[in-house]
Antibody, heavy 118, light 114 residues
């Protein structure tokens, strides 16, 4: 069974940093691209970025709203993807989900809440 | 970026009646080499992550009731709930995964009971 478990969310001040983790199981993590998607309270889904597999050179891509501030990485030995968030703004407040595409289906974690506030 | 436009924003339907949600992409999400539309539909209830209903535009995810169906190709897609049940009250999203630049989602359609 595919499982994705996000962690690392919390309260951070504007301008601060936070690193989220996505622990994966139930599939071959090293061969899978991993995405991060966020959702502000009462709003829609917004793609944040993705990291591809080693076979695809760990290529990353980001939404314009986070480019230059957020960095996605992965540790295939730990079956974990990361989202490093720097220079956080109040508008980054959201639930952050990791998700992956496999065998046609899309799998999502339960999400972790990030609150940016003074 | 591929823009996904959903309509309507909200929809009130009587129990047992049909609900239809539309999704239009700003460019085709049909990949010619495998003839697949890179389009998914989700249901989301408050406090929960999105739940996949449909992928490849018309393939129902395992365990999803057959009253949910997806159709369309290229740029125009539809999610149909053939006989609305109380547990179907939720927000529904379409998502394209065609673009290598990233995923994009429709703005969501809120389905309520009339």
């Amino acid at each position: 069974e595919v499982q994705l478990v996000e962690s690392g969310g919390g309260l951070v001040q504007p301008g601060g940093s936070l690193k989220l983790s996505c622990a994966a199981s139930g599939f071959t993590f090293s061969g899978s691209a991993m995405h991060w998607v966020r959702q502000a309270s009462g709003k829609g889904l917004e793609w944040v970025g993705r990291i591809r597999s080693k076979a695809n050179s760990y290529a990353t891509a980001y939404a314009a709203s986070v480019k230059g501030r957020f960095t996605i990485s992965r540790d295939d030995s730990k079956n974990t993807a990361y989202l490093q968030m720097n220079s956080l703004k109040t508008e980054d407040t959201a639930v952050y989900y990791c998700t992956r595409h496999g065998g046609g289906s899309w799998y999502w974690g339960q999400g972790t809440l990030v609150t940016v506030s003074s | 970026d591929i823009v996904m436009t959903q309509s309507p924003d909200s929809l009130a339907v009587s129990l047992g009646e049909r609900a239809t949600i539309n999704c239009k992409s700003s460019q085709s999400v049909l990949y010619s080499s495998n003839n697949k539309n890179y389009l998914a539909w989700y249901q989301q209830k408050p406090g929960q992550p999105p739940k996949l209903l449909i992928y490849w535009a018309s393939t129902r995810e395992s365990g999803v009731p057959d009253r949910f169906s997806g159709s369309g190709s290229g740029t125009d897609f539809t999610l149909t709930i053939s006989s609305l049940q109380a547990e179907d009250v939720a927000v529904y999203y379409c998502q394209q995964y065609y673009s290598t630049s990233g995923l994009t989602f429709g703005g969501g359609t809120k389905v309520e009971i009339k």
